[in-house]
């Protein structure tokens, strides 16, 4: 069965952690993808060669591999040039994500040099996009999947705080490829509808990776009840 077809209907887990974060570290993370695989994940999407080799050697689950670089003059920075997809093709990165957006690239590569680059060397593509006309574009370009990774990340796409739902919808319908739907997506119902509406699977990252970020929702949640039953007891 080929990757496409494990991860079909399922739920991948995001599992990165940035230098600025607890839980950073490859020996982490493969911990996480470890915990992620008992739970259920048909896949893991990882950031960096170094963390792509410790999740490999630590779950029997696809990896897809990313590299979040940042260089001067470009906003592009999830696997931006050929240099990060060697990395990730060297670490044995099951499949690649990489930026598909048509924003200026570093190095004076362009979308299109990127994904030939990656065909030349067969492997499987991942185009993370933002709105319509990106995945529309990066399908013609001969990428193997497309996911929403991108909408509200770019300024050009909505951000309207959840899931767009609206741009899986549409695209499902437009692509004949695979579409990942991915981004702010937080609970099991989100990821259900998202199913519902036509993606090929769904990627969770912080709803389930970020114990920080889960652990300020409550805490959110709680000092807003407090304060609710607090006014409520002054007004009785």
Same mark, same amino acid.
């Given at each position: 069965?080929?990757?496409?077809?494990?991860?079909?209907?399922?739920?991948?887990?995001?599992?990165?952690?940035?230098?600025?974060?607890?839980?950073?570290?490859?020996?982490?993370?493969?911990?996480?993808?470890?915990?992620?695989?008992?739970?259920?994940?048909?896949?893991?999407?990882?950031?960096?060669?170094?963390?792509?080799?410790?999740?490999?050697?630590?779950?029997?689950?696809?990896?897809?591999?990313?590299?979040?670089?940042?260089?001067?003059?470009?906003?592009?920075?999830?696997?931006?040039?050929?240099?990060?997809?060697?990395?990730?093709?060297?670490?044995?990165?099951?499949?690649?994500?990489?930026?598909?957006?048509?924003?200026?690239?570093?190095?004076?590569?362009?979308?299109?040099?990127?994904?030939?680059?990656?065909?030349?060397?067969?492997?499987?593509?991942?185009?993370?996009?933002? $709105?319509? *006309?990106? &995945?529309?574009?990066?399908?013609? !370009? /001969?990428?193997? %999947? #497309?996911?929403?990774?991108?909408?509200?990340?770019?300024?050009?796409?909505?951000?309207?705080?959840?899931?767009?739902?609206?741009?899986?919808?549409?695209?499902?319908?437009?692509?004949?490829?695979?579409?990942?739907?991915?981004?702010?997506?937080? $609970?099991? *119902?989100? &990821?259900?509808?998202?199913?519902? !509406? /036509?993606?090929? %699977? #769904?990627?969770?990252?912080?709803?389930?990776?970020?114990?920080?970020?889960?652990?300020?929702?409550?805490?959110?949640?709680?000092?807003?009840?407090?304060?609710?039953?607090?006014?409520?007891?002054?007004?009785?």
């Amino acid at each position: 069965m080929n990757l496409l077809e494990r991860v079909r209907h399922g739920i991948i887990v995001s599992c990165q952690a940035l230098p600025d974060e607890p839980l950073h570290g490859s020996a982490m993370m493969a911990h996480m993808a470890k915990a992620a695989e008992q739970g259920g994940a048909v896949g893991i999407r990882a950031n960096t060669g170094e963390d792509v080799r410790a999740i490999k050697r630590a779950v029997s689950l696809p990896v897809i591999g990313i590299v979040k670089r940042e260089y001067e003059g470009s906003e592009v920075y999830i696997t931006p040039t050929s240099n990060e997809v060697d990395e990730l093709a060297e670490a044995g990165a099951d499949m690649i994500a990489f930026d598909a957006t048509r924003r200026k690239r570093p190095a004076g590569q362009t979308l299109e040099s990127l994904i030939a680059y990656m065909r030349s060397r067969d492997i499987l593509m991942m185009a993370d996009v933002s $709105t319509l *006309e990106e &995945a529309v574009y990066a399908e013609k !370009l /001969g990428v193997n %999947c #497309v996911s929403t990774t991108l909408s509200g990340y770019t300024s050009y796409s909505p951000t309207g705080g959840g899931p767009d739902f609206g741009l899986v919808e549409q695209a499902a319908k437009k692509l004949r490829l695979p579409l990942f739907a991915e981004g702010r997506i937080e $609970t099991p *119902e989100q &990821a259900r509808q998202m199913l519902s !509406l /036509g993606a090929h %699977c #769904v990627v969770i990252g912080s709803a389930i990776t970020r114990p920080q970020l889960i652990t300020q929702r409550f805490a959110a949640a709680a000092t807003k009840g407090s304060a609710q039953s607090h006014g409520h007891e002054v007004k009785n």
